[in-house]
């Protein structure tokens, strides 16, 4: 398997525990968090921020295009401090022990941004006890001051707990002689303000456009300029994802633990005391004893947002599934029966509620597993969830049924 242009090639091993360096694989003092299947990022970058604050150096890894099989994906992060200690995780193994042995050399040597491949061949992968086989990409970045990572990083934790969504655009390739740098980097905000270079107005300007499609999301993009030739790592952060429970009966109960357990943060929101308090719902993120639909518009929406509309009757479901419509959630979901959902439908359109959107709602809720209890119904609707964080969206996918 041959290199992309400009980057080292892959390094194939044989290794059990120890390298061929005579590093440890396992890296040391190591902190990972995860959640919602792969780790969360949001750990690497406050300590990133606290560490420059304090003039310590440190390495930043992270995987940037995967192919095949492999231990983490896009977007996974792996800080090394100046001590030898890190925060995250690139999957383990050999091959992050061997970029913690990358980092702490460039760390000694003064080098600058290096990019890395490794192919997970079978016969390493089962040594490493890893049930993958594929080809991972990295940045190894080291940052030296606080003017190159600080802003980068204190704006991704800002938009981590709420603030305006951000991205962050890495030059990866440049081809010879093109007066691009390895490792610049890009920081571009919501409202299409730019701070750093990736080297040339044209190539920043058509970055931020790429990252202004991956915002809502907080989804990441590996691209190729056609103009340039330059390779971009584009990535963008956001809120983690949100589950909003309109309703505090049995499903929405069962939903919390589960939801939470996934990484998402919960809100829940009922008219009734008795189901809207922090007993009930003791890992909320926010509980409001609201009517459903100013207490839907009083709580923070956006599109990684994922609302299931779990009410006790049919004059509460309308209404609070029409106030969950017109919000820019991802995921809006109904229980309840088809008949029941087929006149709502029918009830939203004639509110003025567009048909693209109506598409757009699901019900019944959550995938189809045959639930009956509330917590099979609850792991249907979590399972639901994560399918549709994954994939594309796609216009009335699991629309309503047909009268």
């Known amino acids: 398997m041959t290199?992309?242009?400009?980057?080292?090639?892959?390094?194939?091993?044989?290794?059990?525990?120890?390298?061929?360096?005579?590093?440890?694989?396992?890296?040391?003092?190591?902190?990972?968090?995860?959640?919602?299947?792969?780790p969360l990022m949001e750990p690497v970058f406050r300590e990133a921020v606290s560490q420059l604050k304090d003039d310590r150096q440190v390495v930043v890894a992270t995987v940037v295009k995967t192919s095949g099989s492999t231990p983490q994906k896009p977007g996974a992060k792996l800080l090394i401090r100046d001590d030898g200690s890190g925060v995250g995780?690139?999957?383990g193994g050999c091959v992050e022990g061997d970029i913690w042995f990358a980092a702490q050399q460039l760390?000694?040597?003064?080098?600058?941004?290096?990019?890395?491949?490794?192919?997970?061949?079978?016969?390493?992968?089962?040594?490493?006890?890893?049930?993958?086989?594929?080809t991972m990409y990295f940045l190894i970045d080291p940052v030296r001051q606080p003017v190159d990572y600080q802003i980068h990083a204190e704006e991704v934790v800002s938009a981590y707990e709420g603030g305006p969504p951000v991205a962050i655009a890495n030059l990866m390739v440049?081809?010879?002689s093109s007066g691009f740098t390895v490792g610049a980097k890009l920081l571009i905000r919501e409202n299409g303000e730019m701070v750093g270079t990736l080297g040339g107005s044209a190539l920043d300007n058509r970055s931020a456009r790429i990252a202004t499609n991956l915002m809502a999301l907080g989804k990441q993009e590996y691209v190729v300029d056609e103009e340039t030739g330059v390779e971009i790592f584009v990535e963008a952060f956001t809120t983690p994802p949100t589950m909003v429970l309109a309703g505090g009966g049995h499903v929405s109960k069962a939903l919390e633990p589960i939801a939470r357990s996934v990484g998402m943060r919960v809100f829940v929101v009922d008219d009734r005391p008795e189901f809207a308090n922090a007993e009930r719902f003791p890992e909320a993120d926010i509980v409001l004893t609201r009517d459903?639909?100013?207490?839907?518009?009083?709580?923070?929406?956006?599109?990684?947002?994922?609302?299931?509309?779990?009410?006790?009757?049919?004059?509460?479901?309308?209404?609070?599934?029409?106030a969950a419509a017109r919000t820019p959630a991802r995921y809006v979901a109904l229980l309840g029966s088809k008949r029941k959902t087929i006149m709502i439908y029918e009830e939203l359109l004639r509110r003025g509620?567009?048909?693209?959107?109506?598409?757009?709602?699901?019900?019944?809720?959550?995938?189809?597993?045959?639930?009956?209890?509330?917590?099979?119904?609850?792991?249907?609707?979590?399972?639901?969830?994560?399918?549709?964080?994954?994939e594309k969206p796609k216009l009335g996918a699991k629309g309503p049924p047909s009268p």
């Open 3 to 38: 290199a992309l242009p400009g980057w080292r090639p892959k390094a194939h091993f044989t290794c059990g525990n120890v390298l061929s360096s005579g590093l440890v694989a396992s890296s040391p003092n190591q902190e990972t968090v995860y959640r919602f299947g792969r």
């Open 107 to 134: 760390l000694k040597s003064g080098g600058g941004a290096e990019m890395r491949s490794y192919e997970l061949n079978e016969e390493l992968a089962a040594e490493d006890g890893l049930i993958c086989g594929g």
């Open 292 to 322: 459903l639909v100013s207490g839907i518009a009083e709580l923070p929406i956006n599109a990684n947002t994922f609302v299931v509309i779990a009410t006790r009757g049919h004059r509460y479901d309308d209404t609070a599934l029409e």
């Open 89 to 91: 995780t690139l999957g």
């Open 174 to 176: 440049a081809p010879k």
């Open 353 to 390: 509620v567009p048909i693209e959107r109506v598409r757009e709602l699901r019900a019944p809720s959550g995938l189809d597993i045959t639930a009956r209890t509330p917590e099979e119904i609850a792991i249907s609707i979590v399972g639901e969830v994560i399918k549709v964080r994954r």
